[in-house]
């Protein structure tokens, strides 16, 4: 299945010191995978954009120069990083498998790649991510952490508590993964109401919610309405 067009591309960290490798993976990767694609060599170079940047996930080559990719990958996990990790290598040994899935990684894949199956893998991990307790959710300029039902902006300094409603909602759309969830599904599945006479209260629940997470809630470009339903429109440049 390809991915939905219309939705923001999610954010992805590439790390490869291959600079052929490097390109030829950002180019699939955009073209076919939704992704927008931050593209580094080194482990020191992804530590400088992760301290910038929140990723929806990340792909690691285990061969960098000057960090093992499995120990880059518990330094990031160790730095606060939810957004699931995949390591690549050259070999395809259990022994490698092994340790690098020790190391925190979800998958482990060998070069040379096929990126319909990385891609295709990679967003079974992010459908999974997002399902976890403890994830951690790009949503426009913030981080939502599902467990603790808030919304922390890009330095730390600003957090919004939600409601166990508005963060139900917005797990429940962020899963939909593009798609639009009826105001029916959500009245019943996410509130547990029946009956349309509900349907205002969920309406009460998005207007809160722009508040909290549009620039302008009179312009959403997140919460989207759309065809007697809502859609999340996933921004790919916050992260972890």
Known sequence: MSPMRDAAPRSLLLVDADAR????????????GGFRTAAVASAEQALRQTGETRFDA??????????????LC????????????????????????????????????????TPEVLLARLRAHLRGHARRDDATIALGRFAFQVAQKLLVDATGNNTIKLTGSEAAILKH??????????REALVSDVLGYSGAAR?????THVYRLRQKIEHDPTRP????TINGGYRLAIDGVRPN
């Not at 470009?221 to 989207?224: A, D, E, G, N, S």
């Open 221 to 224: 470009r997140l919460l989207l």
């Open 199 to 203: 349907t205002h209260t969920l309406e």
């Open 58 to 71: 990340a792909l690691i080559d285990i061969a960098l120069p000057d960090m093992d990719g499995r120990d």
């Open 74 to 113: 518990r330094l990031l996990q160790r730095r606060g990083a939810r957004c699931p990790i995949v390591l690549m290598g050259r070999s395809a040994n259990d022994a490698d498998e092994v340790l690098s899935l020790d190391s925190g990684a979800v998958d482990y894949v060998t070069k040379p790649l």
């Open 21 to 32: 490798a490097r390109a030829w993976l950002t180019r699939r990767i955009e073209l076919n």
């Open 173 to 182: 759309l962020y899963r939909a993964q593009g798609h639009v969830a009826a």
